[in-house]
C-alpha cells in the first residue's frame, strides 16, 4: 500500500526545499535510533548472561549453606540453632541509586550498612559448620541484592528497547514514506506546471509570430 502524502502540504519549490531538509534529519534519526536499539540489546543480552551467572551462584551458595546448616543441626541441636535465629534482628541496610547507560536510568542497590552478628548473637559456642552456614547464607543475600539489581536493569532495557523499536518503525515505514510521497508529489505537480507554462508560452509565441 503507497504511502499517503503529508496534508495540509503546499505545492512549491519552498516547500519542497522543506521536505528534502526533513527527509534527511528523518533519516539520521532513524540512523541513530537504530544503532541506539542495537546497543540496548547488546547490553540486554549480556545482562542476561549475567543474570545466568548470578543464578549459577545463588543456587551454588545456597547449597552449601543449607548443606552446612544441616550438619550444624547434627552438631549444635536445632534447639540451639533456632535460639539463634530467634535472637537475629535485620541488620542490612539498602540505598537505592540510579545510574545512566545510554539515556536509561537503571537501579544500582548498595549496601550502606551491615553489622556484624558478633555484637549481638556471638557464635562463641557453636560449630564451625554453624559459621559456614551464616557466610554461604550471607554470600546468597549479597548475590540476592546483586541479581534483583540487574533483573531490574533488564526489565529497564526491555522496556526502552521496545520504545526504540516502535521508533523506528514509525520513521522507517509512516513517517519516511509519507515525506518520500509527499516530495515525488510537489515534484509531478511542479512538472506538470512547468510543461503547462512551457505549452502555454509556445503557444503565445506562435501567436506573436503570426501576426
Known amino acids: 500500500m503507497p504511502a499517503s502524502i503529508i496534508t495540509g502540504v503546499k505545492a512549491t519549490r519552498m516547500e519542497l526545499l522543506a521536505l528534502k531538509k526533513k527527509k534527511q534529519l528523518a533519516q539520521k534519526g532513524y540512523e541513530l535510533l537504530k544503532e541506539k536499539r542495537d546497543a540496548l540489546i547488546m547490553e540486554f543480552f549480556r545482562l542476561i548472561e549475567d543474570v545466568k551467572d548470578l543464578r549459577d ?3 551454588e551458595d545456597l547449597a552449601q549453606a543449607f548443606l552446612n546448616l544441616k550438619y550444624a543441626k547434627m552438631i549444635d541441636g536445632p534447639l540451639k540453632l533456632y535460639s539463634l535465629a530467634a535472637s ?3 541488620t542490612l541496610n539498602l540505598e537505592v ?3 545512566n547507560v545510554m539515556g ?3 537501579p544500582k542497590l548498595n549496601i550502606i550498612s551491615r553489622e556484624e552478628d ?3 548473637h556471638s557464635l562463641i559456642g557453636f560449630s564451625s559448620k554453624t559459621d559456614d552456614a551464616k557466610r554461604y547464607f550471607t554470600k546468597a543475600l549479597d548475590t540476592i541484592i546483586k541479581l534483583a539489581e540487574i533483573e531490574g536493569s533488564v526489565k529497564r532495557l526491555a522496556e526502552e528497547i521496545e520504545k526504540s523499536k516502535r521508533r523506528v518503525n514509525a520513521l522507517k515505514f509512516i513517517v519516511i514514506p509519507r515525506i518520500e510521497a509527499t516530495i515525488n508529489y510537489i515534484e509531478l505537480h511542479l512538472e506538470e506546471a512547468e510543461r503547462e507554462d512551457f505549452t502555454r508560452l509556445k503557444f503565445i509565441k506562435r501567436k506573436l509570430s503570426e501576426r
Do not use: F, G, N, R
Open 118 to 120: 558478633t555484637a549481638q
Open 88 to 90: 537475629i534482628k535485620p
Open 97 to 99: 541509586e540510579t545510574h
Open 104 to 106: 536509561v536510568k537503571m
Open 57 to 59: 551462584k545463588l543456587q
